[in-house]
């Protein structure tokens, strides 16, 4: 049986898109991960943070996916561009789908991280040992 | 059984997955609905033109298709919302079942590779 806690969030971050799927986790060191919040919009750019991804229409996924897989691209080699051993990226999907994002591509994974210190990008703690989504 | 496939892409990156791998040696293959966690991989090892997947009831994922020289031939998307039966036919040797959504876009899809898993 996990030991985690719940993931509990305010209300404010809830509204910046934590916690919720799909999201992007890199891991600073073992047990300190940073999630990244994935905004799609087509008109009007959200002022949150995270990813934004542009898309002509938020409900065709595929279309979201196939953007949002060239802004991870671009999203790895911006927090990888000078670093010798790069930081571990994971794309997480669903509670039970992850793909880690590595130099030469991905790597599917039925179990996600979860647990240890997770904070926001700006290095801010949004929990301590618990799964890092919502669950409805 | 699993197996290692690599999926490679035409940008030359590569999707690597440990995938459940069976082989068919009939023209028609079932797939339990609920006792396979994807990704699966089925490589066809009969001798006829075409196979019929029966994915009646089955999780979903959409369905990679690659010849016998292991290129990418097609795709179908097997998204079960009634509880009528829904069966795929290809002339593939190899197909690989994937949980949706596929993380890169589909047309990328280029060669598949396959290997002992690696402990």
């Known amino acids: 049986m996990s030991s985690l806690n719940p993931l509990i969030l305010s209300a404010e971050r809830c509204a910046e898109g934590y916690g919720r799927f799909p999201y992007v986790i890199v891991r600073v060191q073992p047990t300190v991960y940073l999630q990244f919040p994935i905004h799609f919009y087509h008109h009007e750019h959200p002022d949150l943070p995270g990813l934004r991804v542009r898309v002509n229409d938020s409900t065709e996924l595929d279309a979201c996916m196939a953007t949002l897989f060239s802004v991870m691209q671009g999203f790895y080699a911006q927090v990888n561009g000078n670093e010798a051993v790069p930081y571990r990226m994971c794309l997480v999907l669903r509670s039970n789908l992850a793909y880690f994002w ?35 | 059984m699993k197996k290692q496939v690599i999926v490679w892409l035409k940008n030359g990156m590569i999707a690597k ?20 966690e994807l990704p699966v991989l089925i490589e066809i090892t009969h001798e006829g033109l075409t196979t019929i997947l029966d994915l009646s009831g089955f999780p979903d994922c959409v369905v990679l298709q690659f010849g016998k020289d292991r290129y990418f031939t097609g795709a179908t998307y097997c998204r079960n919302r009634t509880d009528g039966a829904f069966m795929v036919q ?10 949706l959504p596929l993380p890169y876009p589909i047309q990328e899809t280029e060669e598949i590779m396959i290997k002992p898993l690696e402990l």
Do not use: W
Not at chain 1, 105 to 131: F, T, W
């Open chain 1, 102 to 136: 590595e130099k030469e591509g991905i790597m599917l994974s039925r179990e996600i991280p979860e647990g240890g210190a997770l904070m926001d990008g700006q290095y801010k703690v949004l929990s301590l040992n618990s799964s890092h989504y919502i669950r409805e």
């Open chain 2, 90 to 99: 290809a002339q593939a040797r190899y197909f690989l079942l994937m949980p």
């Open chain 2, 17 to 36: 997955m440990n995938a459940v791998a069976c082989s068919a040696n009939s023209h028609q293959v079932s797939l339990p609905s609920t006792e396979v």
